[in-house]
């Protein structure tokens, strides 16, 4: 090694130490820790919840320059540093970094000194790669390659860690050490005892995944289910798993934007449960509509959908999950939601907000993905492993301090007069 890389590495190390010192405040470093590429570490090398490792000299310079969200992801998905240990534990500092612009960084002199660091190498382009769809913004076309865009990876990938139904939504605990296949059957029979179904009832799940809840309801409430998704592959596992079960005779699941779907007065009961977020804003209107137009007199819509809070302060630049997760997704406040459907002509019947159960079922997630590291690498290659790794790290933290949240919203088309046909109480939900 000659005497001027040296001096080069040394210098790099005592910047990038410097940096990292002006960069964060001694408090954000209780639980988080970072070991250079040289064996340094900083603050020191005490044991943390969670290390991050920059992987070369030019590390730091990849991940705050531009300082967006998007480009401190993408340094950690192309491998310019990594995360041991718990990987929640390391947004405290994404939050506090959020905060500080570009201009911010130059006030304090950080961007000149992260510019004096060596440049990365020259990416290899993932496999996946971000998000470029083209067409009006929620169209049925651009509305299907967006959900192909992230559901379409793998069947196989989703099953390594979801649970044996393959419930890609919130479950319902009982106890935070639960089981994750016991709370997401909970979950689904708390759906249907919620829509309170009854034998000989036609269902519509809307966005129903590999069709978990259409499955559970015709065993276990007698109805005839129909689920739509917009992912061929989710649909094709669907009804293998629906065939194996003895029930398409009364269960079946259908490529279909729910747009496409015309069958006024058809359904007793609906289900809408992780779709919401892929709707919206805009169209709020038509998803209401539509559903109460599907429904008959007196039926229910059950929709289940994460909601953003109105004091949200978004990252400068592009986002994570608009390039790399959940291209074209929309959050809105639930009290946006609830008016929506209002305008539609539904009431609204009960609100219920599940925000810990959502935290809990990301914990178990993201536990399980890591487990099946090497497994998943079958399938997907190590940076869309990272994009779902650092996704459902960042979702848990969210929706622990309160930032995301979760509500299952019970909404009742009126019947003649205003009949509902529903209970004075709720006691029969807890009845399971």
């Known amino acids: 090694m000659s005497a001027t890389w040296t001096v080069q590495r040394d210098e790099a190390t005592a910047r990038t130490l410097g940096l990292l010192s002006r960069l964060f405040s001694n408090g954000a470093t209780r639980n988080v820790g970072v070991r250079l590429w040289d064996g340094s570490y900083w603050p020191d090398d005490t044991p943390r919840l969670a290390t991050i490792t ?24 192309y491998d310019d540093f990594d995360i041991e240990g718990d990987i929640e534990a390391v947004f405290d500092l994404a939050e506090a970094l959020s905060q500080k612009s570009i201009g911010d960084l130059r006030k304090l002199g950080i961007a ?21 769809l083209k067409g009006k913004l929620h169209s ?13 990876v793998s069947n196989d990938f989703y099953a390594l860690w979801l649970d044996r139904c393959m419930v890609y939504s919130c479950a319902y605990f009982s106890d935070p050490d639960e089981h994750l296949d016991t709370a997401q059957e909970r ?55 629906i065939a194996e079960t ?66 949200e302060r978004p990252w400068h630049g592009p986002s994570f999950s608009e390039a790399y997760v959940f291209p074209d997704g929309e959050l809105v406040p ?34 399980r993905l890591e487990d099946h590291h090497d497994q ?38 009126p019947g003649e007069g205003g009949r509902s046909d529903l209970p004075l109480t709720r006691a029969d939900w807890y009845a399971g």
Not at 279 to 306: E, Q, R, S
Request: proline letters at 4%.
């Open 187 to 241: 979950k689904l029979d708390y759906t249907c005892r919620k829509l309170r179904l009854q034998p000989g009832q036609r269902l519509l799940d809307v966005g129903c995944g590999w069709g978990g809840l259409v499955i559970h309801a015709v065993q276990h409430y007698g109805v005839d289910a129909t689920g739509i998704t917009l992912s061929q592959p989710q649909a094709d596992l669907a009804n293998a798993h």
């Open 376 to 413: 998943a690498l079958q399938f997907v290659d190590e940076p869309t492993y990272r994009v779902w790794r650092l996704f459902m790290s960042g979702s848990a933290h969210g929706f622990t301090v309160g930032r995301l949240n979760v509500y299952q919203a019970l909404l009742v088309r």
């Open 140 to 152: 049925t076309e651009r509305d299907r390659r967006a959900i192909a865009y992230h559901y379409d």
């Open 246 to 311: 003895g029930l398409a005779g009364r269960c079946r699941v259908w490529v279909r934007d729910y747009r496409e779907m015309d069958e006024p007065g058809g359904y007793d009961a609906m289900a809408s449960v992780g779709m919401f977020e892929h709707v919206g804003a805009a169209l709020l209107p038509t998803y209401f509509d539509l559903a109460w137009k599907l429904l008959k007199p007196g039926g229910v819509l059950l929709n289940h959908g994460i909601a953003n809070t109105p004091a």
């Open 54 to 77: 920059l992987k070369h000299p030019g590390a730091l310079r990849e991940m705050f320059l531009p300082s967006t969200e998007v480009g401190l992801a993408e340094a950690y998905l």
């Open 334 to 367: 639930i009290s946006t939601s609830l008016s929506a459907a209002e305008e539609s002509g539904f009431e609204v019947r009960d609100v219920e907000s599940l925000r810990e159960h959502y935290a809990l079922t990301l914990r178990h997630w993201v536990r």
């Open 112 to 132: 000149r000194d992260l510019l004096r660091l060596p440049a990365g190498e020259k990416r290899q382009p993932a496999r996946r790669g971000r998000s470029r």
